[in-house]
């Protein structure tokens, strides 16, 4: 039996397992339930996501990781050891090489502190793979070649944006803007100006049926369930398209900043490459209609959302520590 290398995309809305023997092998929520009671975790990933919406005084809602931020290293070893486990199953003859994918600004402690975790978890050999070079390797791009790509991983909590070259990052940023601050504005926007409270999974509905960060000649509605604000009733109000994009107006715009605060650092070399291949979106915030038309109107690059930007990281996570083998054997 082949030996299996793992990739983990521990997003702070869903985590993804693959291997390089199985694929795709697992995808869910990053959430646990913890149970002050009896002071252990009642459960984790799909099964915790539906305890949340039962409400119970001894019941806590973890979120290990928040804008791609470790918030719980003791939660986030546990649920590596779930995510591992539930995946491998039985079939696990030898611990596995597991790498991890990490928003590219992340820290030293950090760094240091999932690597602890995933040993922790099972496995024999550690890696860590910054989002914008996982997200590359697994759309296709060769980032051994001496040329620069441009990649911009936009998960739930963090935008890693990155100029790939070489098997490193010549230029990159990472901020705390992503798909979940798209979320965030649009339930802002229900409560500002149409007195509406709504949750966070009304909100990403919204956002995936009629969202977009373009401005469209077609116009789309919905109605829109929630509290009144004022009253505390039942309300439903009728959204279009249009109210939206300006809802996301400005979490859209500080993605297109950093962007643009990336590609001014970059070598004129790079540079040039870039604007010859163009700019590559991936992660689920990628998702957003028009959002690669906002980046090339503003910016003048092309601007592409790779086919599978969900997936995407983890698959090239799962292969980064067989692309950094080659990347090491031909340095010497």
């Known amino acids: 039996m082949p030996a299996t290398d793992i990739g983990i995309d521990l ?22 339930v913890y149970d002050r009671n009896a ?54 003859f030898r611990k596995p090489r597991i790498a991890v994918c ?20 099972g496995a024999r050999k550690v890696y860590l793979a910054k989002a914008p070079i996982a997200a590359a390797i697994g ?18 909590g963090t935008t ?12 990159q940023n990472s901020v705390r803007i992503a798909g979940d601050s798209f979320s965030q504005a649009i339930m802002r926007y229900m409560r500002e100006k149409h007195s509406l409270f709504i949750g966070e999974e009304t909100a990403e509905t919204v956002k995936l049926r009629i969202g977009t960060a373009f401005a469209d000649s077609e116009i789309r509605v919905m109605d829109v369930k929630g509290r009144n604000v004022v009253t505390g009733l039942p309300k439903v109000v009728r959204l279009s398209s249009e109210e939206v994009r300006m809802a996301m107006r400005e979490p859209a715009g500080q993605i297109v900043d950093t962007i643009h605060g990336v590609l001014e650092k970059t070598p004129p070399e790079l540079a040039a490459d870039i604007v010859h291949r163009g700019i590559l979106l991936t ?15 503003r910016l003048g690059v092309h601007t592409m959302t790779v086919h599978e930007p969900v997936t ?14 080659k ?5 010497q």
């Not at 975790?41 to 973890?62: C, D, K, Y």
């Not at 890693?160 to 230029?171: H, K, Q, R, S």
């Not at 995407?312 to 083998?325: F, L, Q």
């Open 11 to 32: 997003g702070s809305r869903n985590s993804l397992v693959y291997s390089t023997t199985q694929g795709i092998m697992l995808s869910e929520p990053t959430v646990a």
């Open 327 to 331: 990347f090491d054997s031909g340095r």
């Open 160 to 171: 890693d944006a990155a100029v790939v070259t070489i098997g490193g990052m010549a230029v």
């Open 39 to 92: 002071g252990k975790i009642r459960a984790i990933g799909e099964e915790a996501r539906q305890m949340t919406g039962r409400p119970s005084t001894n019941l806590e809602v973890v979120r290990p990781i928040r804008h791609g931020v470790v918030s719980d290293y003791i939660v986030l070893e546990k649920m590596l050891k779930y995510f591992i486990s539930k995946a491998l199953g039985r079939r696990a």
């Open 283 to 297: 992660g689920g915030g990628a998702q957003l209609s028009g959002l690669d038309r906002l980046i090339e109107d």
């Open 102 to 121: 990490v928003p590219a600004g992340i820290t030293e402690i950090e760094c240091r502190a999932i690597e602890e975790a995933t040993y922790q978890s």
């Open 312 to 325: 995407a990281a983890v698959v090239g996570t799962g292969k980064y520590a067989e692309v950094m083998a």
């Open 139 to 156: 759309a296709g791009i060769d980032i051994l070649k001496p040329f620069g790509n441009m990649i911009v991983d936009i998960g739930a």
